[in-house]
């Protein structure tokens, strides 16, 4: 009993996101939901897999890439506050990126074929689920536009720090679980040249590293570096 008070309490979170769906639209999509727990670095969604469920994250952080002629390039981190994966799959039928878990993450799966017939049966909730996606694609391709790869290395890196801080951890204190190759794809730059911007940012005392974990100790400082590059 305990255990479904606590799955039923997660689904609807998950529903109040979306406030035109009906008493029973949640009844049909909770009939046509579970969930799964995935373990660190447990593949989530596999690229060109074919998409049998829309996934929301509940709890965790994920990694989303994408492999095409044998490069590897790393698009964002995500957390249980985004519903990027839900933007990203809602209008595809195979699956465009791989998505991995860089923690224990848990997630409610909805059958897609059922989430598409709820939005063609309202239309209010079609309109909600494509303000979710607007919103979600404005925040991902904000690191990943013209506009910010003009910017130089320590920039793009405050930058990256900046978002992962504030909307991605919510915390000026976190682990980041990728190796220094992959923070460098977020980047934009070699993985030597991250290792320099940690180093000279350290030297300056605006942020401290120790392996994975990073601590901004200058907030202020490291959104004007952000902002000027």
């Not at 390039?73 to 985004?82: G, H, T």
């Not at 290792?195 to 942020?207: H, Q």
Request: with cysteine.
């Amino acid at each position: 009993m305990h255990n479904s008070n606590r799955v039923l309490k997660k689904q609807n979170l998950l529903f109040e996101i979306f406030s035109s769906l009906t008493d029973e639209d949640i009844d049909i999509l909770k009939r046509n939901s579970l969930f799964i727990n995935y373990k660190i670095h447990e593949n989530i969604i596999k690229q060109d897999e074919k998409i049998e469920y829309i996934i929301f994250l509940i709890e965790g952080y994920a990694k989303i890439w994408h492999d095409e002629a044998n490069q590897h390039e790393l698009l964002a981190i995500i957390s249980a506050q985004d519903q990027l994966l839900l933007s990203l799959l809602v209008a595809e039928t195979k699956s465009p990126v791989n998505v991995r878990a860089i923690s224990g993450c848990e997630a409610m799966m909805l059958q897609a074929d059922v989430f598409v017939e709820t939005c063609k049966r309202n239309g209010a909730f079609a309109h909600e689920v494509f303000y979710v996606a607007h919103h979600s694609f404005k925040s991902f391709y904000k690191n990943r536009s013209l506009k910010f790869f003009k910017k130089n290395m320590h920039a793009r890196f405050a930058q990256i720090l900046v978002n992962l801080s504030q909307n991605t951890y919510k915390s000026q204190t976190f682990n980041i679980t990728l190796r220094r190759d992959e923070l460098a794809q977020l980047v934009g730059v070699s993985r030597e040249n991250v290792i320099k911007v940690i180093t000279d940012l350290r030297k300056e005392k605006i942020i401290e590293v120790t392996g994975k974990h990073f601590k901004i100790l200058k907030l202020d400082d490291l959104i004007k570096i952000a902002n000027i590059g």
